[in-house]
């Protein structure tokens, strides 16, 4: 109940009203206009970007095809070589260009669970031979992140079979050997014991440090099996051993890692690159522990252990 002290309160409660009604229904009428514009109504419910109908894609496109710079730009990026392709995993929901902030066009992706490199993969091998040998890109980043479903996976295991624990089984397998101090003690804190006979079968949180430390080991194991096994450890090794001042390929493999949480993208000093040639500085702060894979056991197809080839980034 409204108690007015004289008439002028009241005409300017009046004119109050009147705005607001006004103003709701402006809002209406174009929200209105703006969704029979689209043929596909979109309904953002339970969406935190609201992106998630066949009319959001509709809506984007439209856009894109509205905005003529954008239109000109991909024309002349037809023609020009990407400098960098990723291998980063299905389930990061943000795309190198967002976390990079790329241009159009100046980088490629090859995704998959994991991000894992293996020469059995078609897919993956020939998406990475093709950017090397068609397109010509410069650096090849293997980009993880904290939180990675198919690492989690990996780790709690499934009594199912299907195609999902088929992929990441080399994954799992690698975790049940790996060494590092801080997966050896998250691993032994799951097993099972007195009181928790299954032991811990939940997936990890994001922030415990045993399943990040594995998350940069997989990640390592990516670039080490890209070193030992993709159309670059040929041409590389063969360029060691001749001395070749001009070799085939002059492209640089680095693993990073991002953290969905902060932002930030970490170095996990694993790069390589041509022989003879010094690797190009990685501004990126260096993950704490990174440990340099390579340097354990340096080898190449055959598995010769050799010593520590110059192209290996400290």
């Keep these: 109940m409204f108690t007015f002290t004289s008439s002028g309160s009241l005409l300017r409660l009046l004119i109050v009203v009147l705005v607001c009604f006004e103003l709701g229904l402006a809002a209406a009428t174009t929200n209105a206009a703006a969704a029979a514009a689209s043929p ?58 967002s976390i990079f902030q790329a241009p159009v066009g100046s980088i490629i992706t090859q995704n998959n669970i994991g991000n894992q490199y293996s020469k059995k993969d ?38 199912k079979r299907s195609s999902i624990s088929e992929w990441i089984a080399p994954i799992a397998n690698f975790y049940k050997r790996e060494r590092r101090a801080e997966v050896v003690k998250f691993r032994d804190s799951r097993m099972p014991r007195r009181g928790l006979p299954k032991g811990i079968t939940d997936p990890p949180s994001n922030d415990e440090e045993g399943y990040r430390a594995f998350v940069e080991e997989n990640v390592k194991q990516t670039v080490k099996a890209l070193r030992e096994d993709s159309i670059l450890a040929k041409a590389y090794q063969l360029g060691a051993k001749t001395n070749a001042k001009e070799m085939q390929y002059e492209v640089y493999v680095h693993g990073f890692v991002f953290d969905e949480t902060t932002g930030t993208v970490a170095d996990l000093k694993v790069s390589f690159g041509p022989p003879g040639k010094p690797i190009p500085s990685v501004p990126f702060t260096a993950a704490a522990a990174a440990k340099n894979l390579h340097t354990r056991k340096a080898s190449f197809n055959k598995g010769k252990i050799l010593s520590k080839p110059k192209y290996i980034h400290d």
Excluded: W
């Design 40 to 97: 596909v109504q979109n309904d953002t419910t339970g969406s935190v970007t609201g992106f998630n109908t066949l009319g959001s894609l509709y809506d984007g496109n439209k856009r894109f095809r509205n905005t003529a710079g954008k239109r000109s730009v991909v024309k002349r990026l037809v023609e020009e070589a990407p400098s960098f392709m990723f291998l980063g995993c299905t389930d990061n929901r943000l795309t190198p260009a």
């Design 122 to 159: 078609v897919s993956t091998d020939a998406a990475i031979t093709y950017a090397i040998e068609d397109l010509g890109v410069q650096h090849i980043i293997v980009l993880g992140h904290y939180g990675c479903k198919g690492v989690s996976r990996a780790i709690t295991g499934s009594k």
